[in-house]
């Protein structure tokens, strides 16, 4: 199901995207609220979608959209003020959302692995890059401290890291940024995780680093046949990188679909935006196509469609909430228009 859909209109599991063979996640009408002061955030309200096996999908949209709160959703790592107030996570058909913190631990970095935006944040200082490797190894896998280091440098070699035998022990402040991403991959590879999740994992880095690290993850996700969720504010990276798509704003879904069809044939007013923000060489010496406006605090959300107040083509119907409805382009999309 997805966001701006009531039960069984979508279909989530149902829907055209997530027929056949059961997914590996199935995210169903999830809403993660945060209690304020002024009131409940509901930085996600009603999304749905799902990743097979060894696929890979992008969740794409501002800031505010609801997308990284999304992951952290599923890695059950919302901490009060925030709850999951609704909805499901079926992880190979089993509903994480019930788990126990024991049950939890045991998934998070061997089944499902997320990896940060930054990099320096994600390690710990005080430890070398290859201890921390080592780590991760013996939490999920009976082995041997020599096993282990001889894996973490069979690791820091897949994922490019130059001289691995001697980089593992370096501690992160003597690493680049990418070599550092590169590590926290290395990490979340380490027990072969089922899902790797990577919220804007190249914002950090500058352009030619940062088209490395996506290579790297394209690379890594044929060699181990790893389902990637990718998170980021780039549809230009989701184009690149994901086989499906789901657009989101002000913590609903706007569009979802196949790659292909929601960025060759977009429909949503709000993806056509993104796109057309793309840079291109075309575009030199040009201004670049902005979205008018900017997302609106989650607690002043407009009624109805949330992308009304930068809509082109609001109408006053556009005051209630749209369903997510197939288009003739193959997608589904949140929109009056269809
Ligand atoms: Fe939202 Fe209406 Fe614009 Fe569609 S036309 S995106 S429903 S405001």
Redesign the pocket.
Known sequence: MLSGTRPGQDGGAGSPLSAGAPKLLSVQELRTHFRTAAGVVKAVDGVSFSIGAGSSLGIVGESGSGKSVTSLSIMRLIEPPGFVAGGHILFKGRDIVSFSEREIRGLRGRDICLVFQDPMAALNPVYTVGDQVIEALQAHQDMGRREARDRAIALFKMVGIPAPERRVDDYPHKLSGGMRQRVTIAIALANEPDLLILDEPTTALDVTIQAQILDLVKDLRQRINTAVLLITHDIGVVKEMCEEVVVMYGGRV?ERGATAQVTGAPR???TVGLLSSIPSPAMKGRRLNAIGGSVPSPLRMPP??P??PR?P???P??ATT?ELRPTDSGSLA????Y
């Open positions: 706007m949503h007013p709000y109805g469609c992308f009304q809509c083509h609001a109408m119907v556009c749209p949140a929109c009056w228009l």
